[in-house]
């Protein structure tokens, strides 16, 4: 680690920190010398560091005095494009890349974060202009909609979806899921293709390895994302192009499965970060929900030539299913984690079976007992909370949670709103985990593209919703939202139905309500 006067970090031979005030103090230690941030008030000013072990570390400390009220803001950014800056038979920098390598780091520090936003916002505004928009007069929701909204369209690449972070990963297809459903509302061609994209790189990808039996929930995912998709487009050439896979993903669902003592299940790791192998429940339904909509997929391009077999995997299936809640349940039947685990909070994922994938509904009994299990052992305030692999809030299970409460009008759907809306970051994200004291992130993503997807739906399940054939107005809304005369609007929506448009204003005592449509099919 080396600290430039021109106020930057070189780290590992690489431009790194890159700050916009200076500093008062500079310290960089190897490790032998310990942990960087046990010596705060030890050292001053070291410049540099190499550590053999690769553990150097080092800080940059600002001293202030603030009066009250009075605020100051300190600031850095931290480069995506790693250049390396030394070549190994050198000893100094050449003095033409030293200049190259100060003139970045001014354009970095020039680079200012509203400047940026408003620039961004602007661009959005550009493809927000031919879609669907919703206007709630609750600042806060709809600042942080906002900002989920421009976020989710920021991982749009030019052929498929990325994670926009310091690695720049692809986002996996379960991720991908709920970022494209929440997506479908804005019906754009560039969303549109880009996912027909993804959706060809799987396709063409289904034998690589990395889709082994322990990633058999992407076959499910895959189909049930083609399908989904091709409800909002109509397009039935979009199943044609698709449609050997879809048999192929089958294939491989029904072929990979594991005789149990239940019968035949779907076996491999969870992704609660535990690394067990199982016979998840999670996993099995999204595999079922795959076949299933399958099956549908085949009626819709008339094929019913492997259609008896299917259905008799489907069957074998569900039976194995609830004959392993059967055993594993007590009195009240409750849907466990797996063939061997039961009441841990990975408990939570086998709730797919009522969200997203609507297989049982949220009044069940088997749900409504497992989310008395989860609220008794695993909730605290009405927030979930998971000891297993990824420790503290997740996300992506509260917001599973709520869509829950959501579809079974249970008010702590707005308790859990109002804490997403409380720690939210200023960029407008959440990281993937939140820490139960720091409120900050304890796993994964710093910035979840996933959570301001999840946040999008349940926004818009709140005022507009699809189940089966039905289409639900107004489901479940906070009463805060009714502000005189101040409307509630959704405007061309993009539905399974077709675009819909919907605005309620509260005038004195009376709700005013106007909906419109352009159905492709009615609900």
Known sequence: IVYLSSKAFIVDNTLGPVLDEKPDNIVCLDFKNGDVFEKINDFEMILQTECSQNLASGFAEYKLTLAPQETKSISYKIPLKKQTLLKSSKKSIPLKDQESLITRIKTIQSIKYKTEKDNCTQKFHHYLNDFGSISIPDEQTQKNLTNSIYLTLNCLGKNRFIKKGLDHDFLPLRDLYFIIKSMHI??????????????????????????????????????III??????????????????????????????????????????????????????????YWGLAGLKKAVIISKV????????????????????????????????????????????????????????????????????ETLSLIEKYHTSNTLFFSSVGKAGFPLHQNHVLAQIYLENKDPKCFSILNWLNLTCQNGGTWPEVIHPLSKSGSYGDGNSILANADYILLIKNMLISEKNNSLILLSFIPKEWLVEKKPIKVNNIQTKFGKVSLSVTLISDTLKIIFTHTFTRFP
Not at 202 to 211: I, S
Request: aromatic share 10%; net charge negative.
């Open 186 to 223: 804005m019906n754009n061609p560039h969303i549109l293709e880009t996912i027909t994209m993804t959706l060809s790189a799987f396709k063409n990808n289904l034998d690589a390895p990395v889709y082994s039996s322990e990633m058999m929930d992407q076959f499910g995912i895959y189909i």
């Open 227 to 284: 399908y989904e998709l091709f409800l909002v487009t109509n397009d039935k050439s979009l199943l044609e192009f698709h449609f050997l896979s879809i048999k192929k993903a089958c294939k491989k669902l029904i072929n990979t499965q594991i005789k149990t003592k239940y019968g035949l299940l779907l076996k491999g790791p969870l992704c609660d970060g535990s690394n067990l192998i199982d016979s998840y429940l999670w996993t099995n």
């Open 301 to 368: 391009l008339g094929i019913f030539d492997w259609m008896e077999t299917t259905n008799q995997a489907i069957n074998k299936w569900e039976s194995a299913i609830e004959s392993l809640i059967e055993k594993k349940s007590g009195v009240t039947p409750f849907i466990p984690i797996s063939e061997n685990r039961e009441l841990d909070s990975s408990l939570i994922y086998s709730l797919v079976s009522t969200y997203p994938l609507s297989l049982i509904p949220g009044s069940d009994p088997k749900i409504k």
